[in-house]
């Protein structure tokens, strides 16, 4: 059977012209940034507004408290955003760094020790030795970075890239509630804020799920129920204030 297969060798035409596959994983940096923003976007304005509305139903008030967290909270999911992935790339860096000066240090030992990597993997150990060479003749600290310490183009923290994510996908979700507030009539504005709230919560965690090549029906369902019961609570936290002063 294998003599019936066609030999692939590394000029094969067929692997130069192959387009790239992609997958799921490829999306996560960004899709975890865009997801969570949007959702806290939505979430926290809503339960702002819900809260603020438990006291007094004030159209402009509501408005301003809301564009004012709309604000607050981009550059808030931002920094916050920033700080963490930055904190991420600059282990990553001195992971490399340590890498790198090991590598001119102890070149025998860090060969040994890609070699014992692929062994562990499922590799014969000539043939460990073979891929430990090839891959250390054309890139040895990306050999390491990759399958010593797991450090690949995917999975490498993009600071700013997560920091804009966040903040646009937070003002996205904001405007949902801010929208509802302002175009829905004032007697059943509050009911329709709920309902917006929690359709859009339902609509971005299918659209999550989705990108992530996740079932949907369980992201939508699991957002929905959290959001709802984070409107409640701040529903009843405003109420009771308001009765207190």
Not at 136 to 143: E, F, I, R
Not at 172 to 190: E, K, S, Y
Not at 197 to 204: A, E, H, P, R, S
Not at 232 to 238: S, W, Y
């Amino acid at each position: 059977m294998l003599a019936c297969l066609p030999l692939v060798t590394a000029t094969d035409p067929q692997l130069s012209t192959a387009p790239p596959e992609q997958h799921y994983v490829n999306r996560t940096g960004w899709l975890r940034a865009s997801v969570l923003g949007a959702n806290d976007g939505l979430l926290s304005i809503a339960s702002l507004l819900v809260g603020v509305s438990a006291a007094s139903f004030d159209r402009s008030q509501l408005l301003l408290t809301g564009v004012a967290g709309v604000v607050a909270g981009a550059m808030s999911m931002a920094a916050g955003e920033y700080v963490s992935v930055s904190s991420q790339a600059d282990s990553e860096a001195a992971d490399l760094e340590r890498e790198k000066r090991e590598l001119e240090a102890h070149p025998k030992h860090e060969h040994r020790e890609l070699t014992a990597i692929y062994i562990r993997r499922g590799l014969p150990k000539d043939l460990a030795l073979q891929v430990a060479d090839a891959l250390s003749a054309h890139d040895v600290l990306g050999a390491h970075a990759r399958d010593e310490l797991g450090l690949t183009d995917v999975s490498t923290a993009k600071p700013v890239q997560a920091a804009l994510a966040s903040a646009a996908s937070f003002v996205t979700g904001g405007l949902a509630p801010l929208f509802t507030v302002l175009l829905a009539p004032g007697g059943i504005a509050l009911p329709a804020l709920i309902l917006v709230t929690i359709l859009v919560l339902g609509v971005l965690g299918a659209a999550g799920a989705r990108a992530g090549g996740a079932p949907t029906a369980p992201g939508a369902i699991r957002v929905m129920i959290w959001g709802s019961l984070a409107m409640v609570i701040t529903f009843a936290a405003g109420t009771l204030f308001h009765a207190a002063v």
